[in-house]
């Protein structure tokens, strides 16, 4: 163990193919990798309790706030009080906060970009904000997350070359502004999450840099070296899933990943279906968050090992069998397809609090099944077999 | 015990002032009483799963259906093949399922009673329907639930004498082919909750009179009398709450309860708060249903030990206190005033989520220590000192 401890570790333990199974230990527990992160917007996984994250059937060891919706409600005087997020929301297992870049660059016309950072206005109260590297790292740092994320610039899925280089450029000098400021933010001891880390960690938050460079590769590679070069705790690829074409989103995985340092995490953001994340797996990405699995599940769309299904279908309306006959979760243990249509189609909260469920143990199954079959060296064989099973069911 | 089973056992086991804490046996378990069932209108206690109402902080043995709505939707042939209502739903305690009397009669203007029954409009797709006592006590057959209400009617709160005669009147008619109807549906086999009974039960459905008659104690003392000479496996009290005056509440339950069959439940329909249980309690009332914990609860209010309190209030927006600090619900164990406020204000699902969760603990836990104040002799200490607490908060 070096004198300076580091805030998280990560070791892969087995690689087949060039998917790779590993643990990330935070200063808040355990992760084994690869791991899907649900997320929690607004300092809650919507329409699930923390126990149920907790449970067996889910056991998430990590899930997501966003920094942009925090920050302007409750606001960051709410949550300093309470003393951080894990606090605010009573959560002691491990969150990552993203850095809000995403969240105002997706406000569009009501958001300008300057060196400086972004102004937009709050879709809460009209209040004219502005966001910088240096604000979401004192944001990041309040809510005390055990991974903060830099602050950093997205463009469109189909940016022109020069368009996308200038954004690069912007996210490069962004990443820099954002790691001086988070290490004097730990330096002033204001991150709130801050704990006698066991496991020979600082108990410091770990910052993770933001690949850029939408689907030129050049860029993309660029991106890679100068986040590199400033030096992070792990390395995140983000704009994609923004509107390009899946195939080119893949392409860049492909180029991108195993550039990647091989001792540190590898994270996906913001993607995607099981098929994807099994996909980027193959690619060697090592996290991932997505809110497919509450969103869809609050619409009426279930995820299962036979493919999608979605509830309001008037062919489950007599159907007696669970949403998946293969899966061990709560609800699909006690509940049938019908019972869940019939729910969905009197508007019950219990509808979208099930399928989220459901859906979410779904996705986290696949994780810890996708995890076996990298150490037993038979992923592709999972990879070839899952795309197969996921592809039946029509909705 | 007799030749002939009964299809519920109830002992009185202690008194203390006209305050009773009993056993209701039923087909499904023992419930304690005076005991508060959740109301499940469509299947669903809403906002809250099953897991939660059989945990230990709302242990709930007993909840409601509502067979108008589950009669419109999903409708019988659903039920029928799932297997009665606790398979459909997923829920192996005691049921009680209404008559949809209530219900219809609620529609006002959209329904038209006559002798033979109710003709009314569906309220999910505009068909006419006709609900009668055989209706009702074919439909409650066919859901199965362990205690089955008679089909009665209504009459306004403030119903001059000559109108709430009529509608007495009526109620016993149907009470009468109620009691014929299901005791035909019995023989016939079609209660799909039928089971092999323990603790020498009959195993078949039990059936509750109700009494009407307004706020006219003679009405009111006719009504009992005709409806015990019926004779039931238990008698409820009808047509309170619906607009009276509460002192007139109070008077007909005065009047009415005394002269219930003692050895048998008597069932205050629709009310209320956790003063009115426990005022009704001390008049010799066993159980209760209303809608006021979960409905109030999605709005945001929460019934505490220290009276109601509204989480929208800004007054809450830095309190990290629970709701109620002397509650031991795995909602006040777990999140602060300031979250659950913040989860309003947000529109997250979780806010009702755990309000309902909270106000069902509250209500149902004001039971078990209600039971223990009457069989320790202390019920009307605890009376007075409960009221004297709830009344300090305002919203």
Redesign the interface.
């Known amino acids: 163990m070096p004198e300076t401890k580091l805030p998280i570790a990560f070791e892969v333990e087995s690689i087949s193919s060039q998917a790779r199974a590993g643990r990330l230990t935070t200063r808040r527990g355990v992760i084994e990798t690869p791991v899907f992160m649900p997320v929690g917007t607004?300092?809650?996984v919507?329409?699930?309790?923390?126990?149920e994250l907790e449970a067996k059937d889910l056991d998430a060891r990590i899930i997501l706030g966003n920094t942009y919706?925090l920050w302007l409600?409750?606001g960051m005087?709410?949550i300093k009080?309470?003393g951080g997020l894990h606090r605010?929301?009573?959560w002691d297992r491990a969150l990552l906060t993203d850095s809000g870049g995403f969240q105002v660059w997706s406000l569009g016309a009501l958001r300008k970009i300057s060196e400086e950072g972004t102004e937009f206005r709050s879709h809460v109260d009209g209040s004219l904000r502005f966001l910088s590297p240096e604000v979401s790292m004192e944001v990041q740092a309040t809510l005390g997350a055990d991974i903060v994320m830099v602050f950093d610039e997205c463009a469109p899925g189909k940016a022109p070359a020069a368009d996308a280089r200038k954004s690069m450029e912007l996210t490069a000098r962004w990443a820099r502004r954002s790691r001086v400021m988070f290490d004097t933010l730990q330096d002033q001891g204001l991150d709130t999450g801050r704990n006698e880390c066991q496991e020979g960690l600082s108990g410091a938050q770990a910052l993770f840099g933001i690949v850029q460079g939408s689907t030129h590769h050049d860029l993309r590679r660029e991106s890679l070296e100068r986040t590199i070069e400033i030096g992070f705790d792990g390395y995140a690829i983000g704009g994609l899933s923004v509107g390009e074409e899946k195939p080119l989103m893949w392409e860049v995985i492909e180029e991108i990943a195993p550039l990647m340092p091989s001792g540190q995490p590898r994270y996906l953001m913001g993607v995607g279906t099981p098929e994807d994340l099994v996909e980027a797996i193959g690619r060697g990405v090592d996290m991932f968050d997505c809110v497919l699995p509450t969103r869809n599940g609050?619409n009426g769309q279930a995820f299962t090992s036979r493919g999608k299904l979605n509830v309001k279908n008037a062919r489950w309306?007599?159907d007696?069998r669970p949403l998946d006959e293969s899966c061990k979760c709560?609800v699909c243990r006690?509940?049938?397809r019908?019972?869940l249509?019939?729910?969905h189609?009197?508007g019950?909260?219990?509808a979208?609090?099930?399928l989220t469920h459901h859906n979410l143990a779904f996705f986290l199954d696949t994780m810890r099944r996708v995890r076996q079959s990298i150490r037993s060296g038979d992923f592709l064989k999972f990879r070839r077999e899952f795309i197969e099973s996921v592809s039946v069911l029509a909705e």
């Open positions: 607004a300092g809650t919507k329409g699930i309790r923390f126990e919706h409600r409750p005087e709410v009080l309470a605010f929301i009573g609050r309306a007599y007696t709560s006690r509940h049938s019908a019972f249509r019939h729910l189609q009197t019950e909260m219990l979208g609090i099930l």
